[in-house]
């Protein structure tokens, strides 16, 4: 694909108001972060809901909401998390996908995530899978370290997850692969051969801006977004989602790069809009 994916992560699930005033936590809010983040070059949200008091929920009737919500105010490819929040168990962060969302992360591993672990056995990953089948809804491989894409191998060539198949490296997790230019050459150096595409995260203020550029320059596409970093610059808290998104579409045009529409995505996907 030679049109550039900009994905944004415009909550996630761990990040407070305290730390980042603009985090959207409503329905609404999200209705609203999604638009203009699409204004700026964003053809995909990864979506966490959150409580009105901004503690993350597993609600499906919140993720529906939510969805509703951006669906009336913009033309995005929604992708559910299924890593949830610490702490939930498999049954919640699966629960959300009877919305039946167009695309799904899916984790590939078990990572430490700080003090905290997030657990993803191949048995979990296996059922993940076959949910995401059986609902049709395409899986994104999220891949916090090496290891997981091969587990993420596993799923393909076990047959659970078809192609075109569309992996995510998620770099700067304190417990996983730094946030460098290293640690992503080997994330894609290990990719099956395969009809795929690929996705650089970079996680935290450094991280955040070297890593979607330069997977952009390889031939992958671009994750920004407050679940993953809250700061435009050193100290200096972003705007909004949208700020985030406009600097690495800048970015993109400047190395001669075209930006991929929703429509794009759902054409290079085979994504059925619900
Ligand atoms: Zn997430």
Request: some cysteine; hydrophobic content about 40%; overall charge negative.
């Amino acid at each position: 694909m030679n049109k550039v994916i900009i994905t944004a992560a415009i909550s996630g699930a761990e990040t407070t108001r305290d730390q980042q005033p603009n985090l959207p936590y409503t329905p609404d809010e999200m209705a609203i972060a999604a638009k203009e983040a699409r204004e700026a070059g964003v053809s995909v949200i990864h979506l966490h809901a959150r409580n009105d008091d901004g503690t993350p929920s597993a609600d499906p009737g919140r993720f529906r909401e939510c969805l509703a919500a951006i669906r009336g105010a913009t033309d995005v490819v929604v992708e559910f998390t299924t890593g949830g929040a610490i702490g939930m168990s498999d049954d919640e962060r699966l629960a959300p996908l009877a919305v039946k969302p167009e695309m799904a992360s899916l984790d590939c591993g078990s990572v430490n995530f700080a003090d905290e672990i997030l657990p993803n056995s191949l048995p979990s990953m296996r059922r993940f899978a076959t949910v995401m089948r059986e609902l049709g809804v395409k899986p994104t491989f999220e891949c916090f370290d090496v290891g997981h894409v091969y587990n993420a191998n596993i799923l393909i060539k076990e047959g659970l997850v078809k192609p075109p198949f569309h992996f995510t490296f998620v770099l700067g997790v304190p417990g996983g692969m730094p946030a460098t230019m290293e640690a992503l050459m080997m994330m894609k150096a290990a990719l099956p051969d395969a009809d795929l595409e690929w996705t650089g995260i970079g996680v935290g203020g450094r991280g955040s801006v070297l890593i979607p550029p330069v997977s952009a320059l390889m031939g992958g596409h671009a994750r920004i977004g407050f679940e993953d970093n809250i700061y435009y610059t050193r100290g200096v808290v972003a705007q909004s989602n949208a700020q985030l998104a406009r600097r690495i579409a800048d970015m993109v045009r400047a190395y001669g790069g075209q930006i991929a529409t929703p429509d794009d995505v759902r054409e290079r996907f085979g994504l059925k809009k619900n």
